[in-house]
Nanobody
Framework: QVQLVESGGGLVQAGGSLRLSCAAS????????MDWYRQAPGKQRELVAS???????NYADSVKGRFTISRDNTKTAVDLQMNSLKPEDTAVYYC?????????WGQGTQVTVSS
């Protein structure tokens, strides 16, 4: 069973940066999308950023211009560079990989932005 392992979360002051990484424990074939989601306390999980197999990216309006998603197809890995962080970015961040047959989720990594 392939697992997704996230890293890079932590505590940062407002205006700071963090880089989240997500890597698969094995090979995943036929990937369509690699996404980052987040879930703040008391809120629904929301899509933050997405990247297709062809490299097309999509971002939530709240993070446009501040976050950048990138992928490494050779390692089945996806990163999220987060700049100009705000307290409202505080959440547990999850990576998600969608293939033609399966959906994989990571276990989540906590990001806390202090004001």
């Amino acid at each position: 069973q392939v697992q997704l392992v996230e890293s890079g979360g932590g505590l940062v002051q407002a205006g700071g940066s963090l880089r989240l990484s997500c890597a698969a424990s094995g090979i995943i074939f036929s990937i369509n999308y690699m996404d980052w989601y987040r879930q703040a306390p008391g809120k629904q999980r929301e899509l933050v950023a997405s990247i297709t197999s062809g490299g097309t990216t999509n971002y939530a309006d709240s993070v446009k211009g501040r976050f950048t998603i990138s992928r490494d197809n050779t390692k089945t890995a996806v990163d999220l560079q987060m700049n100009s962080l705000k307290p409202e970015d505080t959440a547990v961040y999850y990576c998600k990989i969608i293939t033609t047959r399966y959906i994989y989720w990571g276990q989540g990594t906590q990001v806390t932005v202090s004001s």
